[in-house]
């Protein structure tokens, strides 16, 4: 399998509902819960792209754009954009969709930085050449 082809076939996406629970006094979706969302979907590209344990070491830039109310959708697409020799970054985009339109939007884009580990957690090669 190609370089591309692992990076289409590790291509991860999630959906969520966004429920008053999980929001601000503002009524809107709290950037930690949006964080940590954005960080697990990462984590499972990452672990789809490498088949290896990975550790999250960055989170390299988050631009929320638009904010998340409660009573939407949301979902979260994860990509491998970059490969080195023991980490990878991938670029997740969260998109919010109206429940009852067709209204969808890019809410919030970030990048996280993996390692991959071996069972003592030393970094060991995302690709074997």
């Known amino acids: ?8 076939h590790s291509k991860t996406s999630i959906f969520k509902a966004v429920f008053p629970s999980t929001t601000n006094h503002y009524d809107t979706l ?9 960080d697990e979907v990462a984590f499972i590209c990452a672990t789809r792209f490498s088949r290896k344990m990975v550790v999250t070491v960055s989170s390299d830039r988050i631009d929320f754009n638009k904010p998340i109310p409660a009573g939407t ?6 990509k491998v954009n970059h490969i080195g020799k023991t980490s990878l970054k991938v670029l997740v985009e969260v998109y919010t969709e109206e429940m009852y339109s067709e209204s969808r939007e890019l809410a919030i884009t970030g990048t996280f930085t993996f390692v991959a ?6 970094p060991v090669q995302i690709l074997i050449d």
């Open 73 to 78: 959708i949301v979902e979260l697409i994860g």
């Open 30 to 38: 709290f950037g930690g819960t949006a964080m940590h969302l954005m």
């Open 1 to 8: 399998m190609t370089i591309e082809e692992r990076i289409q």
């Open 117 to 122: 580990v071996d069972d003592q957690k030393r």
